[in-house]
C-alpha cells in the first residue's frame, strides 16, 4: 500500500514539475512575441479607411433659407446663460450680442476683454464665420474664453443664426448655391446624319 502511494505521489509531484516548466516555456515565449509585436496590427488595405465619414452637410446658405427663427430662439437658450442679445443689454460672462452680424470679430461690445485669440481674429461676423463660431469655437480662435463645445448641428446652426440675425442686424442671408446643371442629351435628330455618315462610309465603292 505504501509503494502505491509513493509511486502517486510520484506521479503526481512529476506532473506538477513538468506542469511548471512547461507554464515557465510558454510564458517566455509569449512575452517575447509582446515585445516584438508591431504598434499597429494588420495590414493596412489601400483605398480603405478606419475612420467612418459621417454624411456631407448641406451648405450653411442653404439651411439658412429654409431655417425657423423660433427654433433658433429655443436654440439659443443654450447661449442666454452667458449672453444678453437686447438692445443696450449688459455684457455678462460673454458679451452682448444684440446686432452681432456685421460688427468686427472681438471688437467693442461695450469694452468686453475679448481673449487675444479673437481679438486677433479680424475679419466681421458674417454668416460663413459664424457658422464656423458655432460649430467649433476652440478650432475658429485659438485660446478663446468661451467653453461652449459648439453646435454640432448645422440645421441648429443655421436656425440660431436666423434669429441671431433678426435682432438688430437683420443682414439679407447669402443665396444659396446654384445646383449643378444635369447633362444635356443629344437632340434625337443629331443621331441621323451620323447614322447616315457611318452607313455611307460602310458602303462599298
Same mark, same amino acid.
Given at each position: 500500500?505504501?509503494?502505491?502511494?509513493?509511486?502517486?505521489?510520484?506521479?503526481?509531484?512529476?506532473?506538477?514539475?513538468?506542469?511548471?516548466?512547461?507554464?515557465?516555456?510558454?510564458?517566455?515565449?509569449?512575452?517575447?512575441?509582446?515585445?516584438?509585436?508591431?504598434?499597429?496590427?494588420?495590414?493596412?488595405?489601400?483605398?480603405?479607411?478606419?475612420?467612418?465619414?459621417?454624411?456631407?452637410?448641406?451648405?450653411?446658405?442653404?439651411?439658412?433659407?429654409?431655417?425657423?427663427?423660433?427654433?433658433?430662439?429655443?436654440?439659443?437658450?443654450?447661449?442666454?446663460?452667458?449672453?444678453?442679445?437686447?438692445?443696450?443689454?449688459?455684457?455678462?460672462?460673454?458679451?452682448?450680442?444684440?446686432?452681432?452680424?456685421?460688427?468686427?470679430?472681438?471688437?467693442?461690445?461695450?469694452?468686453? #476683454?475679448?481673449?487675444?485669440?479673437?481679438?486677433?481674429?479680424?475679419?466681421?461676423?458674417?454668416?460663413?464665420?459664424?457658422?464656423?463660431? /458655432?460649430?467649433?469655437?476652440?478650432?475658429?480662435?485659438?485660446?478663446?474664453?468661451?467653453?461652449?463645445?459648439?453646435?454640432?448641428?448645422?440645421?441648429?446652426?443655421?436656425? /440660431?443664426?436666423?434669429?441671431?440675425?433678426?435682432?438688430?442686424?437683420? /443682414?439679407? /442671408?447669402?443665396?444659396?448655391?446654384? #445646383? =449643378?446643371?444635369?447633362?444635356?442629351? =443629344?437632340?434625337?435628330?443629331? #443621331?441621323?446624319?451620323?447614322?447616315?455618315?457611318?452607313?455611307?462610309?460602310?458602303?462599298?465603292?
Amino acid at each position: 500500500m505504501s509503494d502505491r502511494f509513493n509511486t502517486i505521489a510520484g506521479w503526481v509531484l512529476g506532473s506538477a514539475v513538468v506542469g511548471l516548466g512547461l507554464a515557465s516555456l510558454s510564458g517566455h515565449y509569449f512575452h517575447a512575441d509582446k515585445e516584438n509585436r508591431p504598434e499597429v496590427m494588420g495590414h493596412p488595405i489601400a483605398g480603405v479607411s478606419d475612420v467612418k465619414a459621417g454624411p456631407a452637410e448641406a451648405p450653411i446658405e442653404e439651411l439658412l433659407a429654409k431655417a425657423d427663427a423660433t427654433k433658433g430662439a429655443q436654440v439659443f437658450q443654450k447661449c442666454a446663460s452667458c449672453h444678453t442679445i437686447t438692445q443696450g443689454g449688459a455684457n455678462g460672462i460673454g458679451p452682448n450680442i444684440y446686432a452681432i452680424f456685421g460688427d468686427e470679430i472681438g471688437k467693442g461690445r461695450g469694452g468686453f #476683454a475679448f481673449s487675444a485669440g479673437l481679438a486677433g481674429k479680424g475679419g466681421k461676423w458674417d454668416f460663413a464665420n459664424m457658422n464656423e463660431w /458655432l460649430k467649433n469655437p476652440r478650432a475658429f480662435a485659438e485660446g478663446t474664453k468661451m467653453t461652449f463645445a459648439g453646435l454640432e448641428s448645422a440645421e441648429d446652426r443655421a436656425a /440660431l443664426m436666423v434669429y441671431l440675425n433678426a435682432q438688430g442686424s437683420n /443682414l439679407p /442671408l447669402p443665396a444659396a448655391p446654384a #445646383a =449643378a446643371a444635369p447633362a444635356a442629351a =443629344a437632340p434625337a435628330g443629331d #443621331a441621323a446624319p451620323a447614322e447616315a455618315a457611318s452607313g455611307e462610309a460602310k458602303a462599298p465603292a
